[in-house]
């Protein structure tokens, strides 16, 4: 057993350039957001809240970032686990989770390196503005 690992983390750049196409995204679609990019280690990378956004939208972006660690968008999660009511109740015992639509995570090469939380909209445009984050990676 080795004394450590190595595991691999979105950068800043990247994060920034995220945020900026979910901004984008927000814009086009007429929505004013929250946009929160962190890194593998839940720690917050990148972040936007647009002018007028809802100000609870910036602690909800971050919680939908953090659940997608977990390797499934929030609304994917919800739907996984929607059935069985431990599961539910286990997940609201953290204090960091939400099952919110509107969190993805950052995948590269099959590895959770960050996750994108976009809150502010209807749960279909926090999904849309994620998701154009995630575009943005290319």
């Given at each position: 057993?080795?004394?450590?690992?190595?595991?691999?983390?979105?950068?800043?750049?990247?994060?920034?350039?995220?945020?900026?196409?979910?901004?984008?995204?927000?814009?086009?679609?007429?929505?004013l957001q929250?946009v929160a990019?962190i890194d593998?280690?839940?720690n917050?990378?990148a972040f936007?809240r647009?002018?007028g956004?809802l100000?609870?939208g910036t602690?909800?972006?971050?919680?939908k970032?953090?659940?997608?660690l977990?390797?499934?968008g929030?609304q994917a999660?919800?739907?996984?686990?929607?059935d069985?009511p431990?599961l539910?109740?286990g997940?609201?015992?953290?204090?960091k989770a939400?099952m919110?639509g509107g969190?993805?995570p950052?995948?590269?090469?099959?590895?959770?390196v960050?996750?994108?939380g976009v809150?502010?909209?209807?749960?279909e445009?926090?999904v849309?503005c994620?998701?154009?984050?995630l575009?943005?990676?290319g």
């Open positions: 057993m080795g004394t450590t690992h190595e595991s691999r983390s979105i950068s800043y750049a990247s994060a920034a350039a995220m945020v900026a196409a979910a901004v984008a995204k927000a814009e086009e679609l007429g929505c929250n990019v593998s280690g839940g917050l990378k936007a647009m002018d956004a100000l609870l602690e909800g972006c971050q919680r970032a953090f659940t997608s977990f390797g499934m929030t999660l919800y739907a996984a686990i929607k069985d431990s539910v109740h997940l609201s015992h953290f204090s939400t919110v969190g993805l950052i995948l590269v090469d099959g590895e959770v960050g996750g994108i809150g502010g909209g209807t749960v445009e926090d849309a994620a998701q154009a984050g575009d943005a990676l």
